[in-house]
């Protein structure tokens, strides 16, 4: 799909995708809560059980908008069917499926709980505990995929969601009642909870960031030649992507007489920043071209693209690498 490169877009799809955990999470301690005969003393059972129907609408719509900010995004290979089907996607398939699989079964809650009049209780109280599936699998989604799992704040924040969760399972299990050995055992559920969080997020699925920006690199790149000929000058268009751990689309035209270039333009695009590194092409080769640009900051780069020969205009087996100078 890749309609933007924006990183507004990219913010946003993280934002969403925190905001859904969080708050699922509180459902699911609530609704754990509303299980018990009082849970609140002070509060009418309908009010807890409104809040409780909103929070989950809540969910719903920041998994929504995280599924949709990370299909248009351009910095993620994601295609349609790779956010529709779990465990194909190229990006981490099994925790990015896990995510999938728990926004799908989101989705089948959400119907029988709309129908849950019309369907009998016992149905739909044992289709209720899955909701436990759901945010088991959008945990080990947000450490294993999240881009900010290795954070100091997001390992703080993805610990208080399982302390919570697994207290409240604890004090459930105990049919809500507070006795020392339930303190006890929630404590220790929690701490041994938030203990493989925090190692999972510091050792084997400890995240190290794509550079922002690099000022070198040498990645694969795709891309599609065109060529208009008019009577005395044409043009030739390269419009490419670059692939790999700095994603970059590159764009070059130049306007050519019989015998000589008589102008050029080159632009190449940082995702997922947006950062743009506009200039001219110095150099150009039978299959490629070598490039200066400079970025806003005044930074300048040096670029040299090279493809093989293809019976189309398109290509896939491509080069690009950038310096700075």
């Not at 970059?248 to 995702?271: G, W």
């Amino acid at each position: 799909m890749h309609l933007t490169s924006s990183p507004v877009d990219w913010y946003a799809a993280r934002a969403a995708g925190l905001t859904a955990y969080l708050l699922i999470s509180g459902v699911a301690v609530l609704g754990m809560t509303m299980a018990a005969k009082k849970p609140f003393a002070r509060w009418p059972r309908f009010t807890v059980e409104d809040v409780h129907r909103f929070g989950g609408l809540l969910v719903g719509t920041f998994v929504t908008i995280h599924v949709v900010t990370v299909a248009i995004d351009s910095w993620l290979p994601f295609s349609l069917p790779s956010i529709v089907v779990p465990f194909i996607s190229r990006y981490r398939p099994v925790w990015v499926g896990l995510g999938i699989a728990s926004a799908e079964l989101l989705v089948a809650l959400a119907v029988t709980n709309h129908y849950r009049r019309r369907l009998p209780y016992a149905f739909w109280r044992r289709a209720h505990y899955l909701n436990f599936a759901v945010w088991a699998a959008a945990t080990i989604h947000g450490l294993g995929s999240g881009t900010d799992r290795s954070a100091p704040w997001a390992l703080g924040m993805y610990s208080a969601a399982v302390a919570a969760v697994s207290a409240a399972v604890v004090w459930r299990a105990a049919h809500g009642r507070v006795r020392a050995w339930t303190v006890a055992a929630g404590g220790l559920v929690a701490t041994c909870a938030v203990l493989l969080v925090v190692g999972l997020g510091t050792g084997p699925l400890h995240f190290r960031p794509r550079p922002w920006n690099a000022a070198a690199f040498s990645e694969q790149l795709t891309g599609r030649v065109t060529q208009l000929n008019g009577v005395s000058r044409g043009i030739v268009s390269m419009a490419g992507q670059g692939q790999g751990v700095q994603n970059v689309l590159v764009r070059v035209d130049l306007l050519i007489a019989p015998s000589k270039l008589l102008q050029t333009s080159f632009q190449m695009e940082y995702l997922p920043s947006g950062a743009m590194c506009t200039g001219r092409v110095t150099k150009v080769h039978p299959r490629g071209f070598a490039a200066i640009c400079r970025l806003r900051t005044g930074e300048r780069r040096r670029v040299d693209a090279r493809w093989q020969p293809s019976e189309t205009a398109d290509f896939t087996d491509g080069l690009i690498t950038t310096t700075a100078f």
